[in-house]
């Protein structure tokens, strides 16, 4: 497609441009090149923040629902801007299909199912009218007590990265992928105000590599989070967003801030790499046009992001799937087959004991009546009410799938107020399933902001100080979303785990199904009873699959993403108000290890209906990568799968520590065997030297072992060989 167009751009459009580009006959930075000679100053301005004016701030939880919330839209020259939605758990925009949140999909290991978790998410906002998706976080699970665990993959850089990328590969056939939030963004209720401490080797060889993993997957976009690290808001920190982020990683796509109160300082946000003020013309709007005339604000700052913007733009449009998809993708029959299929292969089974000579689960085909108990039994409970929530045209509760998977089975539904009677229901049933858990008012995104500080960004009336902080007091009362933050407890209720003795004492034949968004602890009964299911927020889909796993209809697939301890004082320490923490390499498993507290279910953990022998039978390393050799083979009685999982750790340790470094799913037949070959990524057994950025081999004597998940001694391994 030629277009007579002038050298110095005039008469180009934004199409001419994806259709140049698309063609070959234009780079993506060149077509942007051209689109930025021809725009002012107040459009070159106009690109850098959100299109929503403040006074529309009130209506912002609408609009999210109705549709794309655009920044740097330039109707003149057809420039549609970034038009952002929300995501983990899918599309935030009208009734949209909800998929279990990201921690239950991290149980899956499987990128390949993410990867098409991700492309029916970007399907489903592309025919929503978006091109940029928030779907993809990827913070670690630092401590279980982070209000939102729940959107993360776990605790382990190495399933973190890979899951991150296969989201992110998913999303951009459709969508821009923005990856969140950039960096060390763990604890909830301090992250406006918190600064992380951390040091070169935690931050470089722990926090970041899985961000990296989603930059060579293709990342369109960061996210830059509310927390400072080091003593910089990420807004204003330019050793991460340019720095790290572009001179050492290569990113050339854009940054914008975290929403509302993730910009600082106009000018110097500018300056350190921070892209776009989303989602509202705020700050930038009020300073950067003096800033700039003034001189303050250099004009080449300015035009460095706006040629990032664009050239992102249209070398996405030039590049994703050509069809359109039609309106009745979104939810669509399909997309909701996904939604089940993640939710079975994400349920995690952590006890399955015998009861009357078999493991009590699948439930036996002679099951005449059932008791199921507890209030959250018969609700949806999808997650937190942040700004991921996704309203899905259906649901199905625990209780509903159940009587689905049963129809001829007498199904007793209590909500288990009642200690007494939820017994005497169980004691009168052939099995007994508890329902038990969290909802969004335990954990989750907690919304408001009264931090007067961080209501300048508002502008007048926030600025003065008392006017500030009576206003914010009133919107943290007006505000809809649900109460969230972070974690108060990491074991149940008082009353739900009383209820699980009440319901066990009276029938030995007791499922519970725990539902939540990262590890609860469960030493006060978990010994009381045969079965324990950990299903997560399971998002529209979750009882079906419950139904599934239960009647053995599917196995639950699920493999821990975190460890669970035994008890809190085993995890690092956690002030969910704290002004000033400082990250370490050890959290999770890695710290258990460390200091020789055995967890109560490890890392990667998690039964099946069959068995499996897993053998390391070779590898070959290269640098940073390489491939293992595992010998699966599946000595049980009935068809499944398993996730043969690599680990290195060093041998001279005092107590050496394994790390996750390569890991697949493997499903086969009773009986059969099979031999697969599994990436590892060996980020976990190298060292980053601060001053060159090379990496090198840790120093140690280094192991290799293929386990069902996180393994104890390493004694006998065979040793990691490079070559």
């Known amino acids: 497609m030629n277009h007579a167009v002038d050298p110095a751009g005039f008469g180009f459009t934004f199409t001419d441009g994806v259709a140049r580009v698309r063609a070959g006959e234009l780079t993506a930075a060149d077509a942007a090149e051209l689109l930025v000679k021809q725009l002012r100053d107040d459009e070159l301005l106009w690109l850098l923040d959100g299109d929503t004016p403040v006074r529309a701030l009130r209506t912002i939880q609408a609009r999210m629902r109705s549709g794309p919330i655009t920044a740097g839209a330039l109707p003149r020259l057809g420039i549609p801007g970034i038009r952002f939605s929300d995501g983990p758990r899918g599309v935030v925009m009208g009734n949209s299909t909800a998929f279990p949140v990201t921690m239950m999909r991290a149980a899956t290991w499987d990128p390949d199912l993410e990867e098409r978790v991700g492309h029916a998410m970007g399907l489903e906002a592309r025919a929503r009218g978006a091109n940029y ?154 300073e950067l046009p003096g800033a700039l005339r003034a001189g303050r604000l250099p004009r080449e700052t300015v035009l460095r992001s706006a040629r990032r913007i664009l050239a992102t733009t249209l070398a996405h449009a030039a590049t994703r799937d050509e069809a359109e998809p039609a309106a009745d993708v979104v939810a669509a029959p399909a997309h909701r087959a996904l939604a089940r299929e993640a939710a079975v292969r994400g349920t995690v089974l952590l006890r399955n004991e015998p009861a009357g000579g078999a493991p009590l689960l699948p439930l036996p085909a002679t099951t005449r009546r059932l008791a199921v108990l507890g209030h959250l039994a018969a609700a949806p409970n999808l997650g937190d009410h942040g700004s991921s929530t996704v309203r899905p045209p259906t649901t199905c509760s625990p209780l509903e799938g159940l009587r689905e998977a049963l129809p001829a089975v007498e199904i007793d539904h209590l909500d288990g107020a009642d200690a007494a009677a939820a017994a005497r229901a169980a004691a009168a049933a052939d099995t007994a399933v508890v329902v038990v858990g969290l909802t969004h008012d335990d954990e989750g995104e907690r919304v408001m902001n009264d931090d007067p500080a961080s209501l300048r960004v508002l502008g007048f009336p926030f600025t003065v100080p008392v006017l500030g902080r009576l206003l914010g007091h009133v919107a943290r009362l007006l505000v809809r979303y649900g109460r969230g933050g972070d974690r108060a407890s990491l074991t149940l209720r008082p009353r739900d785990e009383r209820r699980i003795a009440a319901v066990a004492a009276a029938n030995p034949r007791t499922v519970v199904v725990v539902i939540g968004g990262s590890a609860i602890l469960m030493e006060a009964w978990r010994d009381r009873v045969p079965a324990i299911l950990l299903a997560f927020y399971p998002g529209m889909e979750g009882g079906r699959a419950l139904g599934d796993v239960l009647t053995g209809r599917a196995e639950p697939g699920g493999r821990l993403p975190f460890a669970i301890p035994t008890d809190a004082a085993h995890l690092p320490f956690f002030d969910a108000e704290a002004r000033r923490v400082t990250y370490d390499a050890w959290w999770g498993q890695r710290k258990l290890d460390r200091d020789g507290h055995p967890a109560a279910y490890p890392f990667g953990f998690g039964l099946g209906y069959t068995t499996f022998d897993l053998e390391l039978t070779g590898h070959r390393v290269s640098g940073g990568d390489g491939a293992a050799t595992v010998r699966v083979r599946n000595t049980g009685t009935r068809a499944g799968s398993t996730v043969a999982q690599v680990y290195a750790a060093d041998a001279d340790a005092p107590r050496p520590v394994p790390q996750l470094i390569g890991f697949r799913r493997v499903e086969l037949a009773a009986g059969a065997a099979t031999e697969v070959t599994i990436p590892l990524d060996l980020t976990p057994t190298l060292e980053r030297d601060p001053t060159t950025r090379a990496w090198a081999r840790r120093p140690g004597t280094w192991r290799i072992l293929a386990a069902p998940h996180s393994p104890g001694p390493v004694d006998g391994a065979p040793l990691l060989v490079t070559g």
Do not use: I
């Open 133 to 286: 998706s928030g779907a993809v976080c990827v913070n670690l699970l630092r401590h279980p007590a982070w209000g939102r665990a729940q959107e993360s993959y776990g605790e382990d850089p190495v399933l973190t990265g890979q899951l991150g990328a296969a989201l992110t590969r998913g999303l951009r056939r459709n969508v821009m992928a923005c990856v969140k939030h950039f960096a060390l963004n763990s604890m909830e209720n301090a992250r406006f105000k918190v600064d992380v401490a951390v040091d070169e080797h935690a931050l470089h060889e722990v926090y970041l590599p899985h961000f990296k993993a989603t930059v060579d997957a293709g990342a369109d976009s960061f996210m830059s989070s509310y927390n400072a690290v080091n003593g910089a808001f990420l807004d204003v920190n330019r050793t991460l967003l340019t720095d790290v982020l572009r001179d050492e990683w290569g990113f050339e796509g854009f940054v914008t801030s975290d929403w509302l109160w993730g910009v600082h300082d106009a000018v110097a946000s500018l300056d350190a790499g921070m892209d776009v003020e989303m989602p509202l013309r705020a700050l930038r709007a009020r």
